[in-house]
Nanobody
Framework: QVQLVESGGGLVQPGGSLRLSCAAS????????MGWYRQPPGKQRELVAD???????NYADSVKGRFTISGDNAKNTVYLQMNSLKPEDTAVYYC???????????????WGKGTLVTVST
């Protein structure tokens, strides 16, 4: 079993900052990448940012220059530092893990349960 535990969501005022964390554990054989997706109210889930095991990053245009994704390979953890938050950043943020487990030896995506980020006065 592979588990993802997210933390760091909450309520913040426009212009504020939050840091999300996601720790992966369990029967992980190899991690290819981790990332964050979000689903705003009434909308589809979208990529926010991702990072490969080699450290290459990718961002949605809407968050470039404001959000920073980073990873700690030793801890199987990915972080999302969110600055200059806007009301349109309000969403449930989901952690994503691209990995192979050592039980089934299958590479697949794993998802966290999500953490709510609300940007509002």
């Amino acid at each position: 079993q592979v588990q993802l535990v997210e933390s760091g969501g909450g309520l913040v005022q426009p212009g504020g900052s939050l840091r999300l964390s996601c720790a992966a554990s369990g029967s992980i054989f190899s991690i290819y990448g981790m990332g964050w997706y979000r689903q705003p109210p009434g909308k589809q889930r979208e990529l926010v940012a991702d990072i490969t095991s080699g450290g290459r990053t990718n961002y949605a245009d809407s968050v470039k220059g404001r959000f920073t994704i980073s990873g700690d390979n030793a801890k199987n953890t990915v972080y999302l530092q969110m600055n200059s938050l806007k009301p349109e950043d309000t969403a449930v943020y989901y952690c994503n893990l691209d990995a192979m487990d050592y039980i089934n030896e299958i590479r697949r995506d794993y998802w966290g349960k999500g953490t709510l980020v609300t940007v509002s006065t």
